[in-house]
């Protein structure tokens, strides 16, 4: 149980074009989602915290306007990377927080999705 | 946040046992130590989680100290297919870092044969 499922796994684009990334929550309810973005032989690094039906919270120097996420079910939230450059190239992951679980699981990660800039 | 530190690499036979260490001195009395490990390209995967208590689960043990200022990832008998880099964060627990896991570095664990 407690799957997300992340998609697409990889994507190319044009540098200048927008690019959506989707997260799905497939057997629980997911009132909130994390994404992070990693660079080559780096850590995870936090972007933002995703709630449905609210806006996201973006983390310090993660700019808001090029990177769009909505959370409008209990099941999908989006990142949309806007007007993408050559430097936005990275892994995207998301995660889901899994509803009263701290005790026993609490969060599920996303396979990621590589995203190539061209 | 309490911030973790790890060793960068570590190398283990396979079928022994792997002793991840972790330290985290500034943890606070109600935040979670989580572990999760990465295989290349791929998102992380849950291993185990814990406050206060030693917890086992089928793949792993983790070891708290009594202070919590440290823990113990085990895995009991490694194998090929344990290789991956491992992290140990602490889940934050207040303010705006309530519910969020912040990645540190991480552990990379060799198994090799």
């Known amino acids: 149980g407690a799957v997300v499922s992340q998609h697409p796994s990889r994507v190319i684009c044009k540098s200048g074009t927008s690019v959506k990334i989707e997260c799905r929550s497939l057997?629980?309810?997911?009132?909130?989602m994390f994404w992070y973005r990693q660079f080559p032989k780096k850590s995870l690094m936090l972007m933002a915290t995703?709630?449905?039906?609210?806006?996201?919270?973006?983390e310090q120097g993660v700019e808001k306007d090029k990177f769009l996420i909505n959370h409008a079910s209990l099941t999908l939230s989006t990142l949309t990377v806007t007007s993408a450059h050559p430097e936005d190239s990275s892994f995207y992951i998301c995660s889901a927080r899994v509803p009263g679980s701290f005790k026993t699981y609490g969060y599920t990660f996303g396979s990621g999705t590589r995203l190539t800039v061209v | 946040d309490a911030k973790t530190t790890q060793p960068p690499s570590m190398d283990c036979a396979e079928g022994r046992a792997a002793n991840l260490p972790c330290n985290h001195s500034t943890i606070s009395g109600n935040e979670y130590v989580y572990w999760y490990r990465q295989i290349h390209s791929q998102g992380p995967q849950y291993i185990i989680h814990g406050l206060k208590n030693n917890e086992t689960n089928e793949m792993a043990s983790l070891i708290i100290t009594e202070d919590r200022k440290s823990s113990t990832l085990i895995l009991p008998h490694a194998t090929l297919r344990d290789t991956a880099v491992y992290y140990c964060?602490?889940?934050?627990?207040?303010?705006?870092?309530?519910?969020?896991?912040?990645f540190g570095q991480g552990t990379i664990l060799t198994v090799h044969p």
């Open positions: 995703s709630n449905e039906g609210s806006k996201a919270t973006y």
């Open positions: 057997d629980f309810q997911a009132t909130t």
């Open positions: 964060i602490v889940r934050g627990a207040g303010g705006t870092s309530y519910g969020k896991l912040t």
